[in-house]
């Protein structure tokens, strides 16, 4: 997806009031959304290449990737179908907002993420390409106070990633509703030995883009 229509796709998304309502976490108290014979194996986030979007907050590499993979972890462990699966994330670029003025500037934070879908038994990726996700911050404290106000730069990632997974577990629940990716009736494999690459290896690296800034100028711009 080149950087023209990324930057299209955030504006339209703000023009249509898609920021989250509430945590994507919220519903982890619910059953789990069926996925098929779903049991996730290898959780690998990397971030090689990641991009800061300018005046966002920093927040270390390490981090990021430790509690993008615990998001994961902790709504994807929750499913245990009989056949094996990887998931291979990479981070392409966030912008964490800093305090702003209250009623004129609520910057929102951002983030975009890749994922690459192995099937563990068949051998082979689902995702002939990494899928893209371009999400954005919850609303929970309100939208005319924006979260560099009430929120440390690890709770606003926290909360990114928490809607990261939740968007990844919808795209997931789509592709098995129109191409049964987690309904099939091929034996389970062993976990891959060292020998078969390694998913996060599938993830390609994004050009450098500020796709986030759209986010930021629009909250300015309130």
């Known amino acids: 997806m080149g950087r023209i229509t990324i930057v299209r796709s955030m504006t339209a998304l703000l023009l249509a009031g898609a920021l989250a309502a509430c945590n994507g976490a919220a519903d982890l108290g619910d059953p789990a959304v069926p996925l098929g014979d779903f049991n996730l194996s290898h959780n690998i986030v990397v971030a090689p290449k990641v991009q800061k979007v300018p005046l966002g907050r920093d927040l270390d590499v390490e981090v990021m990737t430790t509690m993008l993979r615990d998001a994961v972890a902790e709504r994807f462990d929750r499913y245990e179908g009989e056949r094996l699966y990887h998931f291979g994330i990479s981070i392409e670029s966030y912008f964490l907002a800093p305090p702003g003025v209250p009623l004129v500037a609520t910057p929102k934070s951002a983030m975009i993420i890749r994922i690459t879908v192995w099937d563990d038994a068949a051998n082979k990726k689902l995702t002939e390409k990494a899928h893209q996700i371009t999400v954005l911050e919850s609303l ?3 939208p005319l106070v924006g979260s560099g106000y009430t929120k ?7 909360n990114l990633s928490q809607n990261a997974v939740k968007q990844i577990e919808n795209f997931l629940v789509r592709e ?42 629009a909250g300015a711009g309130r």
């Open 140 to 142: 929970d404290q309100g």
């Open 176 to 217: 098995n509703a129109e191409k049964g990716w987690f309904n099939t009736s091929v034996p389970a494999a062993e976990p891959l030995d060292d020998s078969v690459s390694d998913p996060a290896d599938e993830v390609p690296a994004a050009p450098v883009t500020a796709a986030p800034i759209a986010v930021a100028q």
């Open 152 to 158: 440390t730069a690890e709770e606003q990632f926290m």
